[in-house]
């Protein structure tokens, strides 16, 4: 599913326009990735939980020449889903 079906599906089930889908979907998007780069944890309690991962520095290797390189430290965001979700997708 892309963005578009996504928008199409929430207009469909919250019985809104597509485009108050669309501008509810990027608010969505705009605070979760606002309070993730602030470092705050965002946990909707039965969907799942977003968090920032911290990712230390470290040596790698150049796939091509097999040279080793340093990696900089990093941030990645996370999603932990939660229990209700993953039963519903492991309902049969």
């Given at each position: ?41 965002i ?18 290797r ?6 080793t ?19 519903l997708?492991?309902?049969?």
């Amino acid at each position: 599913m892309n963005k578009t079906e996504l928008v199409a599906e929430i207009a469909k089930k919250a019985n809104i326009s597509k485009k108050d889908a669309e501008s509810a979907l990027k608010a969505f998007t705009d605070t979760v990735g606002a309070q993730l780069k602030k470092g705050d944890k965002i946990q909707l309690v039965g969907f799942g939980t977003f968090e920032v991962a911290k990712r230390a520095a470290r040596e790698g290797r150049n796939p091509q020449t097999g040279a080793t390189m340093k990696i900089a430290a990093s941030k990645a965001p996370k999603f932990k889903a939660g229990k209700a979700l993953k039963d519903l997708v492991n309902k049969k």
